[in-house]
């Protein structure tokens, strides 16, 4: 029964919350937002006819807080949530409450999301819909022999997965039975007996990503609303999206389109999903998972079929009919920007921003939440804003990405805007000359992000194991500066170690340099990327956190000798996991943290009594299939 969305509680932040606010406006329907005392001057805090306070510092204080925003429900006197993507937007329990409290959820019945929540339920649904999911075992598993026989059977790499990993968390490739019962000797012995929540899959190591965005309404009507290309990923976290994907046989496209129908009829699904899948070179298309809720990169999807989704989602929401999508009209790419250097694997980084510049011009779309004074914390998610780019065909909009990048500046936080130079002119991407099939989804990480791979350590992948940095730079670490020859403006770059030679001679003659605004105030750390020197590490023991963060796991105990390369804790940081090992051999003499603690780039973690062992101490992501 149709119903009317009157007013919108938004249970968000950030750009996908004024995304919201900015089409309920056009609806003509009153919008009510929160905030985190760190949103407190966000721009969708403005725009919302309402806001409410969430006290708090922590996720589980603030945007995590259900029995809070019921509340706010039923204070504001809104009869609708909208939960953006991440958060609660995934939660069963939460959406059960909004529909208990007599508001309407935007979004998939509680038990469709249910049957989708976890990788291994997902997988059963698939199969219900005889949809192929990757070759694995949709069960929990507890004996290492179930595990090498199905390595052996399927062959190696395999993935451990949890169940209720999402956005990368909890996927560990494993190359070899050595590694592999190592990780089930290390995971059995973890808080909780956790090894209980994970499954095995084979890993497909060259395939691409490739999802439909999809919609169905309480009618029955379902529509695809366009294909995408989420291949570009690092740390199983999309950077790079395209609509339509690109280069796939239309027996694909049909194939991936019936697919999703299934799987949304199999569960009653009603409203707006992605169905993701792996794409194989030989033609294979695998089932991933279903997202039941709008996606990051759903503008792309927006561009090239013409419609609001957001608007679909409402309408569909309050028991209206769906859109039927149009045939795609031209090539969209989406930008994510982060506050992330590519100098350093894209760690996460915080900071204020000093200056922005925004590009424009034909087919350019700007999706952000921030503005110049803002100041990026670590505590919540690294993307500041999407740069949306669109021309009649992709060879077009790949050029206009290049110019929009020209245009693009962002200064006070590390951005990967130079590395989408260096994308956007590489013919494995581009495929100006023919290779159609070369950008896989490790292929960022291996051309770009971890070029020397060293030995695995802690059953870890070995492109991303202990000790590993960062791929070296092409060219140094430069500054540009604007200057004028016989009234000619000149750009001139310098190498920065130029730059800070000179600087330094300057300061020794007493000549002073410009103050620069302190970039992450509060955070100056995980600004900088101070990390512990390994060195150092390998000879006092003292094992420190090289970014701030939060604590997920800790792998050893007081008193456990360990390895050099074992994994000792798992650090949390902007959606992200991070391995800090051993850098040598010795016992555990003290823990100094535990899960969900919260620590400062520098603080102490663990401490060892270093066997006289030298080697590197560090931190890295690991090594995913999907996002």
């Known amino acids: 029964m149709a119903q009317t969305v009157k007013k919108l509680l938004i249970a968000n932040r950030g750009e996908i919350a004024l995304r919201v606010v900015r089409t309920a406006k056009e609806m003509g329907i009153s919008t009510v937002a929160v905030y985190a005392e760190q949103d407190r001057d966000s721009q969708y805090v403005d725009m919302a006819d309402e806001a409410y306070l969430l006290s708090g510092d922590t996720y589980k204080d603030t945007y995590l807080n259900e029995d809070l925003l019921i509340d706010i429900l039923r204070r504001s006197g809104a009869n609708a949530v909208h939960p953006g993507y991440g958060f609660l937007s995934e939660v069963p329990g939460f959406a ?29 649904v698939a199969m219900r819909a005889k949809v192929p999911p990757v070759p694995g075992i949709s069960e929990p598993v507890t004996d290492v022999r179930t595990l090498l026989d199905f390595a052996h059977t399927h062959g190696y790499p395999i993935m451990m997965k949890r169940t209720d990993g999402g956005g990368g968390h909890g996927i560990t490739v494993v190359r070899a039975d050595e590694e592999l019962r190592r990780f089930y000797a290390n995971h ?81 699904y009603t409203g707006l999903g992605t169905c993701e899948f792996m794409v194989t070179p030989n033609d294979k298309v695998y089932f991933l998972e279903v997202n039941p809720r709008l996606q990051v990169e759903h503008t792309v999807s927006e561009e090239v079929c013409g419609l609001d989704l957001v608007r679909e989602q409402l309408t569909i929401a309050a028991g209206g009919e769906l859109t039927p999508a149009p045939a795609p009209r031209g090539h969209s790419f989406e930008l994510r920007i982060t506050s992330e250097d590519p100098a350093t694997n894209l760690t996460p980084g ?53 110019r929009v990048l020209d245009e693009l500046v962002i200064e006070g936080v590390p951005t990967p805007i130079s590395l989408y130079k260096q994308i956007f002119r590489d013919d494995d991407f581009t495929a100006e000359h023919g290779h159609p099939f070369a950008t896989t989804t490790k292929w960022l990480e291996r051309t770009y ?108 105990s007081e008193g456990q000798q360990v390895a050099k390369g074992d994994l000792l804790v798992v650090l949390e940081s902007m959606k992200m996991e991070n391995y800090v090992y051993a850098p040598a051999a010795g016992s555990i003499t003290k823990i100094f943290v535990g899960p969900a603690d919260g620590v400062e780039a520098g603080d102490t973690l663990v401490t060892m009594d270093v066997a006289g062992a030298s080697g590197a101490a560090g931190t890295s992501g690991k090594e995913e299939q999907h996002d």
């Open 449 to 556: 992000l971890n070029r020397a791979p060293s030995a695995a350590a802690a059953g870890q992948p070995a492109s991303l194991a202990a000790g590993q940095s960062a791929a070296p730079a092409d060219k140094p670490q430069t500054e540009s500066f604007v200057i004028e020859m016989n009234n000619r403006r000149v750009k001139l770059t310098v190498p920065l170690d130029i730059v800070e030679n000179i600087t330094g001679s300057a300061r020794s003659r007493g000549v002073k340099r410009p103050v620069q605004p302190l970039r992450g105030a509060g955070h100056a750390g995980a600004a900088a990327g101070i990390t512990p020197k390994s060195g150092d590490a390998a000879k006092s023991g003292v094992i420190a956190s090289p970014m701030q963060a939060v604590v997920t796991r800790i792998n050893v």
């Open 188 to 268: 059995d012995a973890l808080q909780g007996g956790d090894l209980n929540e994970y499954f095995i899959e084979k890993f497909v190591d060259k395939a691409r990503h490739v999802e439909t965005q999809s919609g169905r309404d309480s009618r029955g009507n379902f529509t695809v609303y366009s294909t995408r290309d989420c291949s570009v990923q690092r740390r199983n976290q999309k950077l790079i999206e395209e609509a339509p994907a690109p280069f796939l046989k239309p027996s694909i496209v049909a194939t991936l389109e019936e697919y999703s129908r299934r799987l949304f009829e199999t569960v009653g």
């Open 350 to 402: 915080a900071g204020t921003l000093e200056r922005i510049v925004w590009p424009s011009g034909p087919g350019v779309r700007i999706d952000t939440g921030v503005v110049e004074g803002d100041t990026v914390s670590p505590k919540f998610d690294s993307m500041m804003g999407k740069v949306i780019v669109t021309a009649q065909n992709r060879e077009a909009a790949v050029a206009r990405v290049r």
């Open 96 to 124: 059960q409450k909004v529909e208990a409290a007599g508001a309407i959820w935007v979004g998939p019945h509680h038990h469709a999301l249910t049957e989708l929540g976890d990788k291994i339920t997902a997988r059963r």
